[in-house]
């Protein structure tokens, strides 16, 4: 992303595309999955559901009060989403919407587009549906 090595981007951006294990925005590419905030894109190593927990959802929580929405991309194969972590979101006053990550994609870029107080958690997908 921006700065070799950090995996940061330090303004929220559209999702331009995605697939082949990453994403394209703001005329970037990133390989891997990446948190989508107004602190900024954040490289994120969750790469199933299982994977994602609280500690790796901190950038989340530290900006919780500039979030209205979060957009939680589980992949192609959408399991369940830990109900401790929906309600510790929950509890900070953001609604959660974890569903595949192309539909996670396309809301998230929606909400967007709508000036809405959207984040998002993308988990990254080899094949985009």
Same mark, same amino acid.
């Given at each position: 992303?921006? &700065?070799?090595?950090?995996g940061f981007y330090?303004?929220?951006?559209?999702?331009? $595309?995605?697939? /082949?294990?990453?994403?394209? *925005?703001?005329?970037?590419?990133?390989? !891997?999955?990446? %948190?989508?905030?107004?602190?900024?894109?954040?490289?994120?190593?969750?790469?199933?559901?299982?994977?994602?927990?609280?500690?790796? #959802?901190?950038?989340? *929580?530290?900006? $919780?009060?500039?979030? @209205?929405? #979060?957009?939680?991309? #589980? !992949? /192609? @194969?959408? =399991?369940? *989403?830990?109900?401790?972590?929906?309600?510790?979101?929950?509890?900070?006053?953001?609604?959660? &919407?974890?569903?595949?990550?192309?539909?996670?994609?396309? =809301?998230? /870029?929606? %909400?967007?587009?709508?000036?809405? $107080?959207?984040?998002?958690? #993308?988990?990254?997908? &080899?094949?985009?549906?």
């Open positions: 992303m921006a &700065e070799p090595g950090q330090p303004y929220q951006a559209l999702i331009d $595309a995605y697939g /082949n294990g990453g994403f394209r *925005f703001a005329g970037m590419s990133h390989k !891997g999955s990446v %948190l989508c905030l107004p602190s900024g894109m954040h490289a994120w190593e969750a790469t199933t559901p299982v994977e994602i927990t609280m500690d790796n #959802l901190a950038p989340i *929580f530290a900006v $919780a009060d500039q979030l @209205d929405v #979060l957009m939680v991309g #589980l !992949g /192609n @194969d959408v =399991t369940g *989403f830990d109900p401790a972590i929906r309600a510790a979101l929950r509890e900070r006053g953001i609604i959660v &919407e974890a569903i595949g990550t192309g539909g996670a994609v396309r =809301t998230y /870029n929606i %909400l967007m587009g709508e000036s809405r $107080a959207v984040g998002a958690a #993308l988990i990254a997908v &080899e094949r985009a549906r």
